[in-house]
């Protein structure tokens, strides 16, 4: 019979006193029982961390992304049929959630794919447990987490992405909002910076960095930037910075209250 994901009142206990803003908040997604079971009797030995939800299908996995409140949600690749896309599809739905995507096999061309599409952290099925603490912890913090093999592998795509053949790339049109946007990222501009540069939110201008990555195949702003420069992308010239208001000119504040319609 199929599970869905549990309560969170039925996940692993805090320890006495502890405040739930202390915990790393851990949703389990896999298809076996013992494994899901297996994960959260390592978790429950650990007092930072504590399982919030399950689920055993794709669909669930979504779901109690949306139903829960978490930092992290452990999924195995085998539940979607291109994980590749599912990955794209739930940093989508819910972008503050890290991933650490569980794999059957080491395998090349998945774990760059994943790892362009935004997953935070490949393991192998059979890590060991200590390690898989070691990885939930630092995945947390934001920081990537790769084994030795897949961290080469990523490294040589770096290297060779200026000569591989990216087909299909470069047949991506951007609209003159998206270029100005990818000419402000280039630029090293923040979102924050971005949004009183062209004059809406920092919200509008998450939304439109998503459909640019979509459209190029990229994951995050350093992908971009190297697709920029390895196919001579040139974004729109973004209109210069707003003055104070003792020049006579809009402020910040008064561009960043624009409607987000300004970019549409």
Known sequence: MATIPVRAEQANRPPEGGAEEQFLRVIVADSQAIFRAGLRKIFALEDDIRVVGQAETMAQALAACKRFSSDLLILESSLAANPAEAIADLMRQSPEVR????????????????????????????????????????????????DSRAIYWVLEAYRTQGTRPLPGRT???????ESMIVSCVTQGMKNKEIALRVGTTEQVVKNYLRKVYDKLGVADRLELALYCLNNRVGGAEAPPAPTSPTNGSAAPAALAAKSPETLS
Not at 171 to 177: D, F, G
């Open 99 to 146: 991933v650490v995507v569980v794999t059957p096999t080491a395998d090349e061309e998945l774990t760059l794919e994943l790892f362009r599409r935004g997953a935070h952290a490949i393991v192998a099925r059979d890590i060991e447990p200590e390690m898989l603490v070691d990885c939930v912890r630092r995945v947390s913090k934001g920081d990537p987490w790769l």
């Open 171 to 177: 047949k991506a049109q951007l609209t003159p909002k």
